[in-house]
């Protein structure tokens, strides 16, 4: 069944009658084996409490909500595995920078790392995390119900799970991270009483989401709202959802065989940044300067009709504490085109224990990291803090989805996603942020659609020559 | 009884090195060390795969040097720190005289004159990003009750983002340039200016002849002290434009940490700080055998 998904999430995506299929599978299997992790491993030699007495530390991204859950679990980690759980919660840059000096030095500080899937080639690649395949088939270790893979989008898997190291790859066999504590992909977000009253249908391709924008865009109304600063997420979240869903491909050859060229100055590119310079006409006023946290105000104040974001969002979006038109806001996939259904870019995260760390330290946090991703948490993690989940039976949890009904639009979408081409290399922020530099220029006017690929392609030429990756 | 007189004539023959000893470790362990790890990292590239430094000679400086990217910082942060400064030293020194005259109230005034200055610069950036929101910022809104209707996307727009940055350094740090200067002109006699005032002199003459003068060294102080900072401002930048639209608002010291603390390339950002060191150790030396500085006693 894993096989047959994965082979269905890579090629050509997932329906949503495939993927709730695959979900209530999923959801069935977790379910069955009940809540509490414990109590049916004690039918097996699952041993939670075999490093009772040691502490465990875990580094986390701040400004996410992702510590939240294990604080609230620490006592009870402390209970049923006697393992005292220390997080650590940095902001982005701080936690990217304070990871390349933990996992370079002899022994590492943290025994469990949360890692930003675009910079798993960089990490796991260069061979710093712990292989956690014995693990997994240990029985002694691992709970029966722990059900890795099966109830983790395939996709997922091959960007925050498993890694070919010897040949510096995506996917693989060998195991180095376990989804988490976050993943995520990119939906639209409508309002629902403006389409209506408007007789508008919900845009299915990208010339029907312009011209909604445009009817939808009144003096008090602006018809959509972009990540268009000068921001990486300009990139992973606008361009990119545009940029695939056309039938982009961005990138043509390999890095190993030095050939690996972009195709930033093709007609799918410019028409991409084209359609965003069209978008920034009927978005709020100075849309050029909205990163993340302006363009999701603005919709939740209710200033904009519609918008692509990322799906973990949805939770402040639906909540009428942080949301003014919470009730009147729906959520599907992104856009496609004539011959192409939405695809959005692959975001989230993958916990992994450094390889510098004691063999006990390691197996400790084995235990530990196996508890934050299990089933019962991710799904108490996204119940309480509403970021995406990790695990499809989360995603098709029947609970949760008549309580969160964005739920199975962000899990779809996770099938669908579709990796950033150049997170296999370690540049990759480079080249994004050189790429939204540009595309940010024409955007505020400085430079047409076609003057901004060709910028941004010389700058990729010249990174990708400087890193060995063109010859 | 002997071990003490011992000991203390060790300390009586030891003592310079004793006194100055604290300081020469500190400075070695805080200053000259990280500065020769910079130096000798800035001759070599990270390769963060392998985990393993590559010694590229000088190939790091050559590649600055032919960088665009560098040139276009090199003039960002010479407009801002020569508009900036001048503008700061001019304010600041007016404002160190208006205060001067002990006007009532002015003890309230001036304690909230500087409130920016004890701000930490990326929550300045925050704020003021706030304060030009176009679709809510109390910026706008001001300036729209004074007749201005269509006011600029400052932060949006290339054209408007250096002077916005300039703009919001000068109101940041020109209580600094006060703060310093009327210091020293509290601290000055009195008795010269009653002599200028019973000899006629008129209120601008006695500021161009005498008080000009006597708080130049203070001037001067404050002005290379804000110049330096200004010459490597980097939070302000990372809180309020991140360096962008584009290019524009790009200093030297952001993008030595774009390149250091977000593409991991330690060894060209170390080779930037260096070029930037460099610059910086000359433009002052010049600029303090320019300045006349009276010495006042």
């Known amino acids: 069944m894993k096989d047959q998904v994965g082979a269905n999430a890579t090629d050509s995506g997932v329906n949503r009658r495939d993927f709730l299929k695959v979900g209530a599978t999923a959801a069935a299997v977790a379910g069955a084996s009940s809540v509490g992790m414990a109590e049916s491993a004690s039918a097996a030699s699952y041993n939670p409490k075999k490093f009772a007495g040691t502490t465990v530390k875990i580094l986390l991204v701040d400004g996410e909500r992702d510590q939240e859950g294990i604080k609230d679990k620490i006592s009870e980690i402390q209970k049923t595995h006697g393992i005292k759980v220390e997080v650590t919660a940095l902001a982005l840059g701080a936690q990217l920078e304070k990871i390349q000096s933990v996992l370079h030095a002899p022994t590492s500080e943290y025994d469990i790392i949360d890692n930003l899937g675009f910079t798993v080639s960089g990490v796991v690649g260069g061979g710093l995390f712990t292989k956690l395949n014995d693990y997994i088939a240990n029985k002694e270790l691992t709970a029966s119900n722990y059900n890795y893979p099966a109830d983790f989008p395939a996709g997922q898997l091959d960007y925050t799970s498993r890694y070919d190291?010897?040949?510096?790859?995506?996917?693989?066999?060998?195991?180095?991270?376990?989804?988490?504590?976050?993943?995520?992909?990119?939906?639209?977000?409508?309002?629902?009483?403006?389409?209506?009253?408007?007789?508008?249908?919900?845009?299915?391709?990208?010339?029907?989401?312009?011209?909604?924008?445009?009817?939808?865009?009144s003096g008090k109304i602006s018809g959509t709202t972009m990540i268009a600063a000068n921001d990486v997420s300009l990139i992973l979240v606008d361009w990119y959802a545009r940029f695939a869903s056309m039938g982009g491909k961005l990138m043509s050859g390999t890095p190993g065989a030095k050939n690996y060229k972009p195709n930033l100055t093709g007609a799918t590119a410019v028409r991409a940044v084209q359609h965003m310079i069209d978008c920034a006409e009927?978005?709020?006023?100075?849309?050029?300067?909205?990163?993340?946290?302006?363009?999701?105000?603005?919709?939740?104040?209710?200033?904009?009709?519609?918008?692509?974001?990322?799906?973990?969002?949805?939770?402040?979006?639906?909540?009428?504490?942080?949301?003014?038109?919470?009730?009147?806001?729906?959520?599907?996939?992104?856009?496609?085109?004539?011959?192409?259904?939405?695809?959005?870019?692959?975001?989230?995260?993958?916990?992994?224990?450094?390889?510098?760390?004691?063999?006990?330290?390691?197996?400790?946090?084995?235990?530990?990291?196996?508890?934050?991703?299990?089933?019962?948490?991710?799904?108490?993690?996204?119940?309480?803090?509403q970021t995406d989940p990790n695990r499809r039976g989360t995603y098709a949890d029947a609970a949760l989805n008549k309580k969160y009904p964005y739920l199975k639009v962000a899990g779809q979408a996770m099938e669908n996603a579709k990796m950033l081409d150049v997170a296999l290399i370690p540049e990759c922020f480079e080249l994004v942020g050189e790429a939204a530099r540009e595309f940010n220029l024409a955007i505020v006017g400085s430079q047409t659609a076609k003057q901004a690929c060709a910028n941004a392609q010389a700058s990729w030429e010249k990174i990708l020559k400087r890193a060995g990756h063109l010859a | 009884m002997n071990k003490i007189s011992n000991s203390k004539s060790f300390l009586l023959r030891h003592e310079t090195k004793t006194l100055i000893g604290p300081a020469i470790v500190y400075l070695g362990l805080f200053s000259v060390f990280p500065l020769l790890y910079s130096l000798g990292i800035s001759f070599f590239e990270f390769d963060r795969v392998a985990g393993k430094w590559n010694f590229l000679g000088l190939g790091n400086y050559k590649e600055i040097l032919s960088d665009k990217t560098f040139w276009s910082a090199i003039v960002v942060t010479a407009v801002m720190v020569g508009v900036a400064l001048i503008v700061e030293v001019v304010a600041g020194v007016s404002l160190a005289i208006f205060f001067g005259q002990k006007l009532k109230g002015s003890k309230f005034v001036r304690a909230i004159l500087i409130t920016p200055m004890i701000l930490n610069p990326v929550v300045v950036g925050l704020m003021w990003r706030a304060l030009l929101n176009p679709q809510w910022g109390l910026f706008n809104w001001f300036i729209g009750l004074i007749g201005i209707d269509n006011p600029p996307i400052w932060l949006a727009d290339p054209k408007w983002t250096l002077w916005t940055l300039i703009f919001v350094d000068i109101w940041q740090w020109t209580p600094f340039i006060f703060v310093v200067v009327f210091a020293r002109y509290q601290a000055l006699p009195t008795d010269v200016f009653e002599s200028?005032?019973?000899?006629?002199?008129?209120p601008l003459k006695i500021i161009r002849y005498i008080t000009l003068p006597l708080v130049s060294s203070a001037v001067v102080f404050a002005a290379i002290f804000r110049g330096i900072d200004s010459f490597r401002t980097f939070d302000l930048v990372y809180g309020l434009t991140f360096g962008g639209p584009g290019r524009s608002t790009t200093t030297l010291s952001f993008y030595s940490f774009e390149n250091g603390f977000v593409y991991y390339r330690y060894g060209f950002s170390s080779a930037l700080s260096y070029i930037m060191v460099i610059m910086a150790t000359i433009g002052f030396t010049v600029l303090l055998k320019w300045i006349p500085v009276r010495r006042t006693h």
């Not at chain 1, 040949?167 to 693989?172: A, E, L, T, V």
């Not at chain 1, 209506?196 to 865009?217: E, H, Q, S, T």
């Not at chain 1, 003014?324 to 695809?343: W, Y």
């Not at chain 2, 200028?196 to 008129?202: C, I, L, M």
Request: glycine share 10%; proline share 5%; with cysteine.
């Open chain 1, 165 to 217: 190291v010897a040949n510096n790859k995506f996917g693989g066999k060998d195991v180095y991270l376990i989804p988490g504590m976050h993943s995520g992909s990119v939906i639209m977000f409508y309002r629902k009483d403006l389409l209506a009253a408007a007789g508008i249908p919900v845009p299915k391709n990208w010339d029907d989401y312009i011209d909604a924008a445009r009817k939808l865009n």
């Open chain 1, 282 to 385: 009927v978005s709020p006023k100075g849309v050029g300067s909205f990163g993340f946290t302006e363009s999701v105000d603005a919709f939740s104040r209710g200033d904009v009709a519609l918008m692509l974001c990322w799906s973990t969002i949805a939770g402040s979006a639906f909540n009428p504490a942080t949301s003014k038109v919470a009730s009147k806001i729906g959520a599907v996939q992104i856009p496609g085109d004539a011959n192409t259904s939405g695809r959005p870019i692959r975001g989230g995260w993958g916990l992994g224990i450094p390889k510098n760390l004691p063999q006990k330290r390691k197996d400790a946090a084995w235990m530990v990291m196996q508890y934050i991703t299990s089933a019962s948490f991710d799904k108490y993690q996204m119940d309480n803090y």
């Open chain 2, 196 to 202: 200028a005032r019973v000899d006629g002199a008129s």
